[in-house]
């Protein structure tokens, strides 16, 4: 028996059904707010991808083999002894490599492309990405990315569009949610204000993996990445002030804009002025007070000065968006990010844009029952197929349903009646078709409802009509 | 300046748009067929696509590097002097590749879902492929192939509904073709009337090449290939009727069909009955009759025996579409395959299926100028941003019109008038909303209209309903 790689998946009919619903919803959303469709390469230069990621994020990358013969090249010759490690072969026999996600890529297009772009440029990108990671639940090696951006802009309004889009994709989708909201600023800012600002990287790395494995491992992590134990314990006084937060906002006694609200305050608190930490106070309030404009039924709000991202791009706003009612994980997640083009050649240009994960969007959807029956039903009519002597009749017949615009399959076997129905029955195809012998004598077609199991003779040119009036019935 | 690998491409938002038009008008007619969407994963084990394209074909998979340490986990240690070529590293560190078609990842798919499969199974798959080609006008690394196969049933009626497909599909596209149509059936009969039946393969990599080096280097080819003179020179008998054939044809004295209809009678007469090759003409005299029930208004069909088709596992009816206005070697093929489950384990399956070349076919009609304006136009009004100080009364205007359905952007940054105006010239954005000081308050907005120039001011309530009543007038 045939089998696939680890971590990548088949999709069946009734599978892409479900996750088409997901793929058509984000498009028509994405193209309402103005964003525009582009496709990049799944391959990339190796050098577009590498140190973009972070030290973890490059062993996930996925190395295509260059094709031709590298032994014969002469290529490998000097690979001997001591130099000769896995690293070191590979850039020898591997130049491209499958794309990690769709930031990178966006970012080296930007450059490229910059003479025909006019900015701000708002882009969607709908695309699989590829990563070695250890497959489990919700996480695939090969995986489907909904992402947009806007480029050239450093306005907030951006954002407020993106949060905007945020809860106009899952009210779509019927999903209740909850999108994080911190900025690297106010991440910095904590830093500093524990006296720990040269630590910052650490700092994000390990808040990073504080919804994982708790509080006491977090400070016990940065403890031992060599920060100061005053600094330390001022980060777990940080720490307990928002974890006895939530207690508070689960048991109800606080709103989550109160929660908010309060989180600020604690910050304000403890911050200088000036200072990068008091410039993303200022932004996360800008967002705060603006996104009253609009309404958000399905997803909500909520500053989250623990949230940190993985990614090192990120130099401005994040979000985070999960699920309220199922454990998946980030569904969507982004940020600002101030010179990601930089390291292309192009500095100086601010973007922000988020990702929409369709494959545990599509988890969710599932576990929660909220994907509908399949709606796009093309095929309204099943032709039996009497053999030979009746195949005239049933092709004119067919030509006649399609010149009206009828979706309609001749069966293409001459098989017994009960598997021919059970083809119809399984495509949920709502009317079978049947021209035998004595009806082919009168020009009459015998049509079947499938949903009600009616029957009714008519002449072959009614057919036509009468499929489509009885389809309005559905 | 960054790049991309050679043969691959950035599509930007028009091409985007143009293509589609393609995948959206391909789908809609499979739809209406009656196949269903399935997706396989971008990566193969590696044996499950050695082996089925040829020599040449291996040669072009791309194999994607095993991700780890390799060299650390001992896997080359046994690597040294005679034994250490390409093809052994390669095999020692990579065990997956990207797909290089649909057809046999399809094959593998059907194996391994046979149990949830209802035959005869028919689907649609619209996914890219990838093969280390020399990249050249029309031919790219990485590009989309559209496929369709009927599989589990070996009715010809199933050759009938893939022609009409492609009737279907390049007549909503506007581009006329030919249809060119043979059965390996009759190429088999072909080899034997010659007395080259042991030459079969080499018989048809030959004919293969017709259409690219012409008559003369097909006969050499065959004589260098060991065929015997004898059957070399009834070889060239036979390709000496088919130009002489064509040129009447060029000439308008021979109609198409009249064409099949000699070539059929051509191929009678030297064939014994029965034979393999006799068969063959029997499917194909099946379908010119046949098919006469449905219009082919853009495909005109031409039975044409020297049509080859490159790939191993075809048994049957082979089919080959090119453009008739313009230069661009084939847009669609495909064929019946007999047994290509069986390599999976699952023996005596036939199906049949083709292929559109989204690509070539993009190119194509972009030549002609077939494409269609991008007519998803989604976003109907820009607001002007004119400051902080407007920014609320803008956010309630946005905020109004999404409410409405209306597609809608706010310009994200203070930017000069001209700068914004540029921004929805650009975007093709219909109307221009302005609400600065004196507009905010009196409650009025002013409208422009980026078509004919006018501009009107209205009041804040009215602003949604003038832009749908407006729009309708496009």
Excluded at 26 to 47: D, H, Q, W, Y
Excluded at 84 to 113: C, G, Q, W
Excluded at 417 to 443: N, T
């Amino acid at each position: 028996m045939p089998s696939i790689p680890k971590g990548t998946r088949d999709f069946q009919p009734a599978e892409m059904s479900g996750r088409n619903y997901i793929f058509d919803t984000v498009k028509r959303i994405f193209k309402n707010f103005g964003f525009l469709p582009i496709e990049t390469p799944s391959m990339e230069n190796i050098e577009t991808l590498t140190g973009k990621y972070g030290d973890e994020g490059d062993k996930l990358i996925f190395r295509i083999l260059n094709s031709g013969d590298f032994v014969e090249s002469g290529k490998l010759k000097n690979i001997s002894g001591e130099e000769f490690n896995s690293k070191k072969l590979s850039s020898l026999i591997s130049e491209k490599a499958l794309r990690y996600d769709l930031t990178v890529p966006f970012a080296r297009y930007v450059v490229m492309h910059r003479n025909d772009i006019v900015f701000p440029f708002k882009r969607y990108q709908i695309q699989p990405v590829w990563r070695a990671d250890r497959p489990q639940k919700g996480r695939f090696r090969e995986f489907y990315q909904c992402d947009i951006d806007v480029i050239g802009s450093d306005s907030l309004l951006n954002e407020i569009e993106l949060l905007q889009v945020i809860e106009k994709v899952f009210s779509s989708l019927n999903l209740k949610v909850t999108i994080k909201l911190n900025n690297r600023k106010i991440l910095f800012g904590l830093a500093e204000a524990i006296g720990a600002s040269e630590h910052f990287t650490q700092i994000t790395m390990a808040l990073d993996k504080l919804e994982k494995v708790g509080e006491k491992a977090v400070i016990e992590e940065l403890g031992q990445r060599g920060i100061k134990p005053d600094a330390v314990e001022k980060m777990a006084a940080f720490l307990r002030f928002i974890s006895n937060e939530k207690i508070s906002s689960d048991l109800g006694i606080l709103s989550s804009d109160n929660h908010s609200k309060s989180r600020l305050e604690y910050l304000t608190n403890i911050f200088n002025s000036p200072s990068i930490g008091v410039k993303g106070l200022e932004e996360m309030n800008f967002l705060i007070k603006h996104i009253k404009s609009f309404k958000f039924d399905f997803a909500e709000i909520e500053f989250d000065p623990t949230l940190a991202r993985g990614l090192d791009y990120y130099t401005g706003s994040i979000f985070e968006v999960i699920a309220k009612d199922a454990e998946m994980g980030s569904l969507c997640g982004g940020g600002r990010y101030d010179n990601l083009t930089g390291v292309f050649g192009l500095p100086g240009i601010s973007g922000v844009g988020i990702s929409f994960g369709a494959d545990r969007i599509y988890e969710v959807l599932k576990t929660l029952n909220l994907i509908p029956e399949n709606t796009d039903r093309c095929v309204s009519a099943m032709l039996v197929n009497f053999g030979e002597a009746e195949l005239e009749f049933a092709l004119s017949l067919l030509a006649q349903l399609r010149e009206a615009g009828i979706g309609a399959e001749l069966y293409p076997d001459n098989a017994k009646l009960k598997k021919q129905f059970a083809y119809a029955d399984a495509g949920k195809i709502p009317f079978v078709l049947m021209a035998g012998r004595d009806e082919i004598l009168e020009k009459k077609v015998s049509v079947k409802n499938m949903q009600n199991g009616e029957q009714v003779t008519i002449t072959e040119d009614e057919v036509s009509e009468y499929i489509i009036n009885a389809s309005h019935q559905f």
